[in-house]
């Protein structure tokens, strides 16, 4: 069955840095897309980051261009999003997530239990 297991999350303070990792199973990776989203406390999801099956597509939510970076190794079956200048509004519990097809968007059909990232001084 599809598994996702998000590492790599923690505290960091105000314009620090976060690596997250996802490592997949399960299905073949290199097919689909995967994205990243993100819970805050009393709010809905957010769909932060998207990256087409092969690598060569992105996309990112207005809200961290320019700051987040998100990757893929498909030997590794790993996806991964670089957080730079991370700010407390980014404070959430971040998911990996599956895509349905080899292109991002904002639905999901699988995902895993998520990592916290809580950005504080």
């Known amino acids: 069955q599809v598994q996702l297991v998000e590492s790599g999350g923690g505290l960091v303070q105000p314009g620090g840095s976060l690596r997250l990792s996802c490592a997949a199973s399960?299905?073949?990776?290199?097919?689909?897309?995967m994205s990243w989203a993100r819970q805050a406390p009393g709010k809905g999801l957010e769909w932060v980051s998207g990256?087409?099956?092969?690598?060569?597509?992105?996309y990112y939510d207005d809200s961290v261009k320019g700051r987040f970076t998100i990757s893929r190794d498909n030997a590794k079956n790993t996806v991964y999003l670089q957080m730079n200048s991370l700010k407390p509004e980014d404070t959430a519990r971040y998911y990996c997530?599956?895509?349905?097809?080899?292109?991002?968007?904002?639905?999901?059909?699988?995902w895993g239990q998520g990592t916290q990232v809580t950005v504080s001084s």
């Open positions: 399960g299905f073949t990776f290199s097919n689909y897309a």
């Open positions: 990256i087409y099956r092969d690598g060569s597509d992105t």
């Open positions: 997530a599956r895509n349905p097809g080899s292109d991002y968007t904002n639905f999901f059909t699988s």
